[in-house]
């Protein structure tokens, strides 16, 4: 009976120190690093700078070369009196059309210009009040930062 009794105390010993794992505290600046990755706010600010910095290269897009390439299939009925006398009424053919233009901008009144000097200004513009989160967020940050040091500084 007090080996059974043994034998089910390891067991489940064994099953539960596994499952037990020790606990850490998390630096300062730790835990910043991981309010700055997964805070909404701070997110949408860097979708905001990310969602700048491409427009700004795609204005730059204007000076490159275009290429494009057009390709259709489709089916053709043709009756008119020119397939009635030489094929004996209508005629349905397929056709294919094909093409590819290649054009370059030489000049297109200083567009492209002022759209790349558009986008160079939003990015180093100040946000507005309603786009600035870092600040909300450093001020809610800092709060408990200078509390906790300060309580910690108080102590013996």
Do not use: C, H
């Not at 513009?125 to 909300?136: F, Y």
Request: hydrophobic share 35%.
């Amino acid at each position: 009976m007090r080996v059974a009794a043994f034998a089910i105390w390891a067991s489940s010993l064994a099953l539960t120190l596994p499952l037990a794992a020790p606990a850490y505290g998390e630096t300062l600046q730790e835990a910043v690093i991981q309010t700055l990755k997964t805070n909404p706010d701070v997110l949408i600010d860097v979708s905001r700078l990310l969602s700048l910095t491409e427009g700004a290269n795609q204005a730059k897009g204007g000076y490159l070369p275009r290429v494009d390439l057009a390709y259709g299939v489709g089916l053709q009925r043709s009756d008119n009196l020119t397939t009635a006398t030489t094929y004996g009424g209508a005629i349905s053919q397929r056709r294919y059309d094909r093409s590819l233009t290649l054009s370059q901008m030489l000049f297109d009144g200083f567009a492209t210009a002022a759209e790349v000097e558009r986008g160079r200004e939003k990015l180093t513009q100040p946000p507005t009040s309603s786009q600035r989160p870092r600040s909300r967020l450093r001020s809610r940050l800092s709060k408990p930062i200078w509390k906790y040091s300060g309580t910690r500084n108080s102590s013996p």
